[in-house]
């Protein structure tokens, strides 16, 4: 597999997060699904749901995983088709503002591509 780094599928998400469910070790995961360890440690990490209010639902669940790797998947799109908008949001976060004026200033510019603050939080 060299050392790109290819996502996960959401059949191999739901697997993985039974195996998980079931307390199956990462390496034993990593086996049967043909992945690097890494790759299983690190969809983990960045996909894990946690719950302030009810925190029994922590845990890595397989369509939360889906939809937060899509989330960055749209980001990053949005970030290549628009590379003036990806400069401006860059050198707007280094002068340090936040992203809330960040997004604010788009609107107040009445800017053809909107951005939320929370998309501006994810790409950050």
């Given at each position: 597999?060299?050392?790109?780094?290819?996502?996960?599928?959401?059949?191999?998400?739901?697997?993985?997060?039974?195996?998980?469910?079931?307390?199956?070790?990462?390496?034993?995961?990593?086996?049967r699904l043909g992945r690097d360890p890494?790759?299983?440690?690190?969809?983990?990490?960045?996909?894990?749901?946690?719950?302030?209010e009810l925190p029994e639902l922590d845990g890595y669940h397989a369509l939360v995983?889906?939809?937060?790797?899509?989330?960055?998947?749209?980001?990053?799109?949005?970030?290549?088709?628009?590379?003036?908008?990806?400069?401006?949001?860059?050198?707007?976060?280094?002068?340090?503002?936040?992203?809330?004026?960040?997004?604010?200033?788009?609107?107040?510019?009445?800017?053809?591509?909107?951005?939320?603050?929370?998309?501006?939080?994810?790409?950050?």
């Amino acid at each position: 597999m060299g050392s790109h780094y290819c996502h996960l599928k959401l059949d191999e998400r739901r697997k993985h997060a039974k195996w998980l469910e079931d307390k199956m070790p990462v390496s034993e995961i990593a086996d049967r699904l043909g992945r690097d360890p890494s790759t299983i440690y690190r969809d983990i990490k960045r996909n894990l749901y946690t719950d302030t209010e009810l925190p029994e639902l922590d845990g890595y669940h397989a369509l939360v995983a889906q939809d937060k790797y899509e989330a960055r998947r749209a980001i990053h799109r949005k970030m290549i088709v628009h590379p003036e908008l990806k400069a401006a949001i860059e050198d707007r976060l280094k002068a340090g503002w936040s992203p809330e004026q960040i997004a604010g200033r788009t609107r107040l510019e009445r800017h053809p591509i909107r951005v939320s603050h929370e998309t501006i939080y994810r790409f950050a």
